[in-house]
């Protein structure tokens, strides 16, 4: 018999059987090794390796230039440290849009070099083939709807979207879409609460909210956002339960003090 306490994984089916049973689920994005620790400790059920890599950790304006190598060194650090949640990595812009068999390529190379269980690809109709070859390969897929950052260029903005009957129309029907092609959950981003309801509703797979409202079935946010690493950046649909930006700004002026003093090391702090 083993010592160690055994951790329940959590898998595809714990989290469509979470959308059966009514349990919310709750998602977060991580990059590196440190941080998926704690989360994954924490008992976050699914941690993303968001291509918001390409804002948050390498200071990008949008996402699009994050690479599929550049994906794969953060989700394969992030893999290092998960031993409970769901690893759900992004693939990046570029990757699987055109032809459907260089996206297979590409989920094929991110499954193999990087340990993820999942991965998330923004669209619906446009992108079906891909999503088609990636499941048929026996790669699980969350689907990405609404506002879908790799799409940036043709929005103009990261303005709320699907607010008109059309959008709100193709936006139901590349759910549905998703949903038959064997997506195990799909992304509801920065769409009005009654829609991303109305899908929830209609939907056999769980819906995971980031400014969505209430009813979808779990919710998902940057963990910087979360934890209020960038004071300036503030959209209604984020709550900081943190303000890290001052206490590490504090932390940080405090040091530089401690060494301009000569505080810093003290008897104890040397050899
Ligand atoms: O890249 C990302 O972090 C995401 C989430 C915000 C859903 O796609």
Request: aromatic share 6%.
């Amino acid at each position: 018999m083993s010592i160690h306490k055994e951790v329940k994984k959590v898998t595809v089916n714990s989290i469509l059987e979470m959308k059966a049973t009514g349990e919310k689920i709750s998602v977060l994005t991580a990059y590196d090794y440190t941080m998926a620790s704690i989360l994954d400790a924490a008992g976050v059920d699914v941690i993303l390796v968001g291509d918001s890599a390409a804002n948050v950790m390498a200071g990008y304006g949008t996402t699009l230039p994050i690479t599929l190598d550049q994906m794969i060194y953060h989700a394969a650090a992030v893999s290092r440290a998960v031993k409970r949640a769901l690893l759900v990595v992004d693939l990046p812009f570029g990757t699987y849009q055109g032809n459907p068999y260089d996206a297979l390529n590409a989920a094929i190379r991110v499954m193999k070099e990087t340990g993820a269980q999942a991965l998330k690809l923004e669209g619906g109709v446009e992108i079906k083939d891909a999503v088609k070859l990636i499941v048929n390969a026996g790669i699980p897929v969350m689907g990405h709807l609404g506002l879908m950052p790799q799409s940036i260029n043709t929005y103009g903005g990261y303005g709320l979207r699907a607010t008109g009957v059309q959008e709100a129309h193709k936006l139901n029907t590349d759910a549905q879409l998703l949903h038959e092609l064997g997506c195990f959950a799909v992304v509801l981003e920065k769409i009005p609460a009654k829609l991303a309801k109305e899908v929830t509703d209609h939907l056999r797979i769980p819906t995971i909210g980031i400014g969505a409202g209430a009813d979808t079935d779990g919710q998902v946010l940057v963990i910087h956002d979360l934890l209020g690493f960038n004071k300036s950046f503030k959209p209604k649909f984020v709550r900081q339960y943190l303000q890290l930006d001052e206490l590490i700004t504090t932390a940080v002026q405090q040091y530089v003090a401690d060494v301009k003093s000569s505080d810093f090391p003290n008897e104890q702090e040397q050899y």
